[in-house]
Each structure stands twice: as structure tokens, then as C-alpha cells.
């Protein structure tokens, strides 16, 4: 079992619409990476959080410790947003992140 | 402001040759990071430095070896050179008393014929 589980995996949605991508952790983190990657391109981060919420733009990412989990919200969805976003978990210090599997998302015009 | 740099950012090698990929970090960032990511699939952790000595280790070959330099750059030097490590190689760079977020360089994309 991957010690970080993303879902959807692939997400088609209108322009305009509400979008929420979840990340869920099965070991304890110092940290939650959330991660945007254009196809053939870099990696860009986006938000790294270890408690409550984020917001960047259109852009809001929320962590329960408790439960182990966090989501990637994105308002008012626009093409341009069409791209995988991933979830990595940091251990802390200098550990390299564990990545989950990322989710494709496609915004229709 | 000054991001990750990677070179070169493309790179055609033959199988059983070496290859050098090279990482400058953010300035004033002293952590480093490699990541590999095979066609279709999620980044790979493979090693990090902190100040210049390895501090974690993950899913690198031993064909693969890297370090990190007095100015805090790093090289990735691979040998003996498989179809399989065609990927895109990331770098990333962090501050661990700026609060340990990683940077991403643009990567460089490995093919081996």
C-alpha cells in the first residue's frame, strides 16, 4: 500500500466549477507537499503544510492531522488549471518526499 | 527571483556511457535534493544533502552516485547506463532553517538508446 493515496485519479470538470482533489497519509509527516505538473514539464509547489489551512490565489489546501488527510481546492476552475497535482509527504529535516500518484484534471472551456 | 537551475536540461546517451547532471540550488538554500521520474510515473526520491554530506537516502542504483560542493551545487553522475533510467531527473533545493519547502528545478530529461 502506498504510504500516500491521492483520489481521483482522473478528474474532467467545466470551466467554473468548484474542484476538490484529496490526499490521504497512512505515516506520521512533518509535512504535506501539494504539487502542480504541467504534461513534459516541471514541478511547481504550490502549498506545504503542517496544520489548518492555505489559501493562494484560487487556491485553498487544508490538513487534519488527526485524520490524516488533506485536500487541494481550486474556485472557479479555468483551463488553465488542467494538470496533475500531486501529494508528497515530508518525514522532516532533509528526507526526500514520498509522492502519491497525482491526479490528472482536465478543465473543459 | 533566482529559482533552481538544472543543465543540461536535455541529454541523449547510449547504453553503458556515464552522464553528469548538474543542480544549483536557490541561493542561501543548504539542502539538495534528486528526484527521478520514469515516463508516466510519480516522482522517485533518490538522494539529499544537507551542507554538503549526504543526509537521506532512497531508491538510487549503485551505479549512481552524487555529492555536493563547497558552493552547495550538486552533480549526479551515472555510469554504466540502462534503457531504463531514461526519466526526467528533478532537483530541489531547501532551506532547512527557512522552513524546509522544496524548490523545484526544471529537470533534465535523460533518454539512453
Known amino acids: 500500500k502506498n504510504e500516500v493515496e491521492q483520489s481521483p485519479q482522473n478528474l474532467t470538470a467545466q470551466e467554473g466549477e468548484f474542484i476538490t482533489i484529496n490526499c490521504s497519509y497512512s505515516?506520521?509527516?512533518?509535512?504535506l507537499h501539494w504539487l502542480q505538473q504541467h504534461p513534459g514539464g516541471g514541478i511547481v509547489s504550490l502549498f506545504m503544510l503542517s496544520s489548518g489551512k492555505k489559501k493562494h490565489g484560487r487556491l485553498i489546501a487544508t490538513i487534519n492531522i488527526q485524520e490524516k488527510h488533506s485536500s487541494l481546492h481550486i474556485t472557479a476552475s479555468h483551463p488553465r488549471d488542467s494538470a496533475v497535482y500531486i501529494c508528497?509527504?515530508?518525514?522532516?529535516?532533509?528526507?526526500?518526499?514520498?509522492f502519491g500518484k497525482g491526479t490528472h484534471l482536465i478543465i473543459q472551456p | 527571483a533566482a529559482g533552481v537551475i538544472q543543465s543540461p536540461r536535455h541529454l541523449i546517451k547510449e547504453k553503458r556511457e556515464t552522464a553528469t547532471l548538474k543542480c544549483y540550488p536557490i541561493p542561501r538554500h543548504d539542502t539538495v535534493y534528486w528526484y527521478q521520474q520514469g515516463p508516466g510515473q510519480d516522482p522517485q526520491f533518490l538522494i539529499s544533502?544537507?551542507?554538503?554530506?549526504?543526509?537521506d537516502k532512497g531508491s538510487i542504483p549503485d551505479r549512481f552516485s552524487a555529492q555536493q560542493f563547497s558552493d552547495y551545487h550538486s552533480e549526479l553522475n551515472m555510469s554504466s547506463l540502462e534503457l531504463g533510467d531514461s526519466a526526467l531527473y528533478f532537483c530541489a533545493s531547501s532551506s532547512l532553517t527557512g522552513g524546509d519547502e522544496q524548490y523545484f528545478g526544471p529537470g533534465t530529461r535523460l533518454t539512453v538508446t
Open positions: 508528497a509527504r515530508a518525514g522532516g529535516g532533509a528526507d526526500g518526499l514520498t
Open positions: 505515516v506520521g509527516i512533518s509535512a
Open positions: 544533502f544537507y551542507e554538503k554530506m549526504q543526509s
